[in-house]
């Protein structure tokens, strides 16, 4: 096959995007087909010979979309965003072009290089302390993660050698198994999965905390926690602080739970994976008064600054603790210039990694930080506009407070009522929405999510919202009525 035919599908291929994305208001935002849909649309067997491009293009429509939840959808709510831009698109196609595997510094410069001033952009962009900067001199520096879930297992792993390095300092006389064994780290109760899922990756306990009745982690809870593990001879050495959680976007006291960490030598790592882009507006960092505590730092703009995914950003004020512990440096890796610029495959726990940056100095040029800052600050106007629809229909409640672009609201009722009303909602496949739960009280939870999503857009979700509401409180009304 011909290599001009192959770049004739590239052609056919970006127009096809463009169209897929400019009328993605057009497609059902859910899918309605059921498990095992795909296979009978297509063959047993690989072709022996090729297949026409056009068949292949046709077969998109036919076996992909119609199993595609449609995230970019400006009526997708659910979980929180993905992130999506043409100059991200445009990016990772460039970083499939080059293909080049970044693992050490010489096995493609350009890829570490510009990872470490486009972290250092993004730092600064988000006000970090300089000590997090790589461009501060010290240090400290930033990498580009897959997920927030890796970044919390590598932060973990890292306040994991830096805790049996100084116990076994301390007390000589254990051995490596014995203060593994004895090591505790915290979070909120209200902290994402994988928080828990780095403790048992880790192989150290992890202790879930209540927050306040603010869904907040506060100092005194943590500081409390401690004292009571170490008169039981337990070493505490590393916290979460959750800037958005997952539930219902509360933000955990950092400025509370930064100097308890520090008096007793735990590594603080704040996960703001969704939260954490809001921070390039100013009006917003309050919510992270006191990260100058903190060891680590990671948020997505894969989630909410138009970078594709993946891009996980994460700083450390001293990645040295993670260099030595990932650090395995057969003769094959080794290169000249070892020491004088970062090898992030000591940085990370795959080997492998994509030209990711390449997708954030794309974005941030062609957006620059006005536009990005525009398009935050319109998402939580969005949210907030959608919050006001709700409190002015009094068969409806607001659960948690909005100060990003999530809403967490319910109908007035039983848990049951409301977890009929998602079925139903879902079930019509108009909008997309998922629940959560904090304390029994069961929830409905949209999100503001596509980049297409305007003022119109929530007017049609919360039209679906209340016809959906008509239906499922007269059908119990007619219930009711039948079971008298």
């Not at 595609?68 to 499939?96: C, E, K, Q």
């Not at 882009?277 to 990671?298: H, Q, T």
Request: with cysteine.
């Amino acid at each position: 096959m011909e290599a001009n035919q192959f770049k004739d599908f590239g052609k056919e291929m970006i127009d096809y995007v463009a169209s897929y994305l400019e009328n993605i208001r057009e497609r059902r935002v859910l899918p309605t087909v059921e498990p095992g849909y795909l296979r009978p649309l297509i063959p047993e067997n690989a072709p022996e010979k090729p297949d026409k491009w056009q068949d292949v293009l046709q077969d998109v429509e036919k076996v992909i979309m119609p199993g595609v939840t449609h995230w970019h959808s400006p009526r997708f709510h659910a979980y929180f965003p993905t992130a999506n831009s043409y100059p991200a698109i445009v990016a990772d196609i460039l970083s499939g072009a080059i293909a080049c595997i970044g693992f050490t510094w010489i096995a493609s410069p350009a890829c570490t290089e510009l990872e470490v001033v486009m972290m250092d952009w993004l730092g600064q962009m988000l006000g970090l302390p300089e000590e997090f900067l790589a461009r501060s001199g010290g240090r400290g520096g930033g990498v580009i993660q897959g997920t927030a879930s890796e970044a919390t297992l590598v932060a973990l792993l890292g306040a994991k050698a830096k805790a049996l390095a100084r116990t076994k300092k301390e007390k000589p006389h254990m051995s490596d198994a014995e203060i593994v064994g004895n090591l505790v780290a915290y979070a909120s109760a209200q902290s994402h999965s994988s928080v828990e899922r780095a403790g048992l990756l880790g192989g150290v306990r992890m202790r879930a905390l209540e927050p306040d009745e603010n869904n907040k982690l506060r100092g005194d809870t943590l500081e409390k926690a401690i004292k009571e593990d170490l008169e039981a001879g337990l070493i505490p050495f590393f916290a979460v602080n959750t800037l958005g959680t997952t539930s219902s976007c509360a933000f955990d006291r950092l400025d509370e739970l930064g100097p308890v960490c520090n008096e007793y030598n735990l590594w603080l790592h704040i996960d703001a994976a969704y939260a954490g882009s809001a921070f390039v507006c100013p009006e917003y960092r309050y919510l992270m008064a006191g990260v100058e505590k903190a060891d680590s730092f990671n948020f997505n703009p894969h989630k909410w600054l138009l970078v594709n995914f993946d891009c996980s950003a994460m700083w450390l004020k001293d990645p040295s603790w993670l260099v030595n512990a990932f650090n395995v440096d057969p003769l094959y890796l080794k290169h000249e210039q070892q020491g004088s610029a970062p090898d992030y495959r000591h940085w990370q726990i795959p080997l492998g990694r994509r030209f990711r940056a390449l997708k954030l100095w794309f974005v941030l040029r062609l957006y620059g930080v006005e536009n990005l800052q525009a398009h935050i600050r319109k998402q939580i106007g969005l949210a907030h506009y959608f919050e006001s629809l709700v409190r002015c229909d009094d068969r409806f409640e607001i659960t948690e407070e909005v100060l990003m672009g999530l809403v967490c609201f319910r109908l007035k009722g039983t848990n049951e009522l409301n977890e009929a009303y998602i079925k139903r909602i879902n079930g019509r496949g108009l909008i997309h929405l998922v629940p959560s739960k904090i304390r029994d009280v069961f929830f409905l939870r949209l999100a503001i999510c596509s980049r297409f999503t305007e003022k119109g857009d929530i007017d049609v979700s919360w039209k679906e919202i209340k016809e959906t509401a008509n239906e499922i409180l007269n059908n119990n009304l007619c219930n009711n009525h039948n079971h008298k």
